[in-house]
């Protein structure tokens, strides 16, 4: 049980180091002045005394060791850096956007993972069906749509089409709005991007739920249990749906980043104020410090999901727990 | 015990098929691990019309995809099927020599992330012992970063251009495949004829040449169809996201138009924001099939 969550965290170091490396290299390495990528486009027409000042800063006239660890310092002391394109802290810009892609993602996996565990049991139980062959087929569908044409007919269909639900945003601006009506603004802005990456995130765990649940209902066990006379009920929920959890548990980590990727897109198709959003916008104005520390936060929140996880993964398998 | 009796049901087909075509002297039995089924038969099929419609491109698509041939945003008409685009260019045509952009993104990128899985998987899985760790931590530690936003970190510091659009989807998805790979070498090692060769004296190299390789080498193809699949959606995403080559319009790059454009808010979007992403679902999905039959039919840890 230590020994397994050392080698995980073993394994999320590297992961962060490695991020934490590339953005210190890529500004760094690229032709030309590393200025153009720290500050912007317009370094150009800053005067030299304030250029010169940058430079100090990021410490560009030492050597790279040194600049290293200047680099450390600032992000251990939860300094994302500056963008100089809107003016703020990039941490400040990133903490306003955090919570509406936390919101997305999390109810989005949440329901995704309720659905898709449910059907994949479902079609297991009813292997070689048309019942269980359509769902392939169906599930096969979304998994190859791309995430943001499906959000764009959604938008077109639901929203421009029929006027359910807001266009874009998260929120109405310019109403003050309070109590019910705050939280119903809310939900309509939300419904759209979460049904899409509810829709896209789905097939992923039917497909595992249901690869999981087809090798536990060939284990002996299950043959012992139903020959004994337990009730079918039973033999599904009981015995095999226990066991095929757990490889759906370790995809579902697995899945994390993808389910985060798309949330990227998602965001962005519906001007979601996420963080995926806010990369896209850094892209467009070529900001990129604002571009490296989204990838840094969105690295970040995907390892603190994965050791969430992994803690949890004891609870639900005890032949984990028990092990040295 | 209902599932029992539907898997009964498709063993006794194929039995009455393996006796038919026994009773029939003449025709030899295929080699049955070759055998696609309907699923990878329409895999195929799609694959085959994509591309044959992508090579006569210049025969097949109306206009010239580069040319403004109209007005801007006209709407389906005997001149222009699927109408025209901000610019007044045909969005058929752009569509037909888009089959060539995100098909050759496709293929190349899977090319370059199979060759990386591959020699990873082989390395992995022939040598074991410490090269194996530290090479199968490295596939944890690719499969654990978010890959879209560190695409999107690399292209937008590489610039977009063709290749590095191919390299970047290459060099982040060889994970997976390489993970799949090392399983298979790993049950191909404990044969017996590559105890043998090793006993014999061969080297390394030449057990990797001429024994291993050959025997992952059709589970690579499985690996290269489920990856190219992978890369063309992935190439669609950067694409819609304004990082594709704004030189050659693949069919990411028609939707980011419609989307800067607002196609959606106007009848636009039936002709301009649904066929090319049906074609990504068709090509997906024929990769997809075509892959996953392959799998099936060739690795041995899937079939029962």
């Known amino acids: 049980m230590l020994r397994f969550l050392a080698g995980k965290g073993v394994q999320y170091a590297l992961v962060l180091l490695f991020a934490i490396t590339l953005n210190f290299l890529l500004p760094r390495m690229m032709p030309g002045s590393p200025l153009v990528f720290l500050v912007g486009e317009d370094i150009g027409f800053m005067p030299a005394a304030q250029r010169a000042q940058i430079m100090r800063e990021f410490g560009l006239d030492q050597a790279l060791w040194r600049q290293y660890l200047i680099y450390l310092g600032n992000l251990a002391q939860g300094d994302l850096g500056f963008s100089y394109q809107q003016g703020r802290p990039i941490a400040e810009i990133i903490l306003n956007r955090l919570p509406w892609t936390l919101l997305l993602v999390g109810l989005s996996l949440l329901l995704a993972t309720l659905i898709g565990v449910t059907w994949g049991l479902l079609a297991a139980w009813r292997r070689g069906t048309s019942v269980d062959l359509g769902s392939l087929g169906v599930a096969m569908f979304f998994e190859s749509t791309p995430s943001f044409w499906l959000g764009m007919i959604f938008i077109a269909v639901f929203a421009a089409g029929f006027g359910w639900f807001p266009i874009f945003g998260a929120q109405t601006i310019g109403v003050p709005l309070s109590g019910a009506a705050w939280v119903v603004d809310r939900l309509r802005h939300l419904a759209l991007p979460m049904a899409t990456l509810t829709l896209i995130t789905i097939p992923g765990m039917f497909m595992i739920m249901r690869y999981a649940m087809l090798a536990v209902l060939d284990e002996q066990y299950v043959t012992t249990a139903r020959s004994k006379g337990v009730a079918e009920r039973r033999v599904i929920y009981g015995h095999a749906m226990r066991n095929a959890l757990l490889p759906v548990a370790t995809v579902f980590m697995l899945n994390l980043g993808t389910v985060v990727s798309g949330a990227t897109v998602i965001e962005t198709v519906f001007s979601y104020p996420g963080i995926g959003r806010l990369l896209f916008e850094a892209v467009l104005a070529r900001d990129y410090p604002v571009i490296q520390a989204t990838f840094f936060i969105v690295t970040v929140s995907v390892i603190g999901m994965n050791i969430i996880a992994d803690l949890l993964y004891p609870i639900i398998d005890p032949r984990v727990r028990h092990a040295r | ?304």
Do not use: C
């Open chain 2, 1 to 304: 015990m209902r599932s029992n009796a539907a898997v009964k049901t498709t063993a006794e087909a194929t039995d009455d098929g393996a006796a038919a075509r026994a009773m029939a002297p003449t025709v030899r039995a295929p080699r049955r691990r070759f055998r696609l089924g309907a699923v990878g038969t329409v895999g195929v099929l799609l694959i085959v019309m994509l591309s044959s419609a992508g090579g006569l491109a210049p025969w097949i698509a109306p206009y010239d995809p580069d040319e403004t041939v109209g007005d801007p945003f006209e709407p389906p008409s005997s001149r222009h099927w699927l109408g025209t685009n901000d610019v007044g260019r045909d969005i058929l045509s752009e569509l037909i020599y888009g089959i060539r952009i995100s098909m050759t993104v496709g293929f190349l990128a899977a090319a370059v992330s199979i060759a990386i899985g591959t020699l990873v998987g082989i390395v992995a899985g022939y040598f074991s012992g410490w090269v194996d760790m530290l090479l199968m931590r490295l596939v944890d530690i690719v499969l654990v970063i978010p890959f879209l936003p560190l695409m999107i970190l690399l292209a937008a510091y590489l610039g977009p251009s063709f290749w590095n659009i191919i390299l970047v989807i290459g060099f982040l998805v060889w994970a997976r495949p390489a993970r799949v790979l090392r399983a298979q070498v790993l049950s191909l090692r404990s044969l017996d004829y590559v105890d043998a060769a090793r006993a014999l004296g061969a080297s390394s190299a030449r057990v990797l040449r001429r024994h291993i390789l050959p025997g992952v080498l059709s589970l690579s193809l499985a690996q290269f169809i489920l990856a190219a699949s992978g890369a063309i959606l992935i190439e669609a995403s950067l694409s819609f996201l304004g990082l594709g080559d704004p030189t050659a319009k693949s069919w990411g790059s028609t939707l980011y138009y419609a989307q800067v454009r607002s196609a959606f808010l106007s009848g636009a979007w039936k002709w301009w924001v649904v066929p090319p992403g049906v074609l990504i679902t068709a090509a997906v999905l024929g990769f997809a099939f075509t892959g996953y039959a392959l799998e099936e039919a060739l690795n041995p840890r899937l079939q029962r």
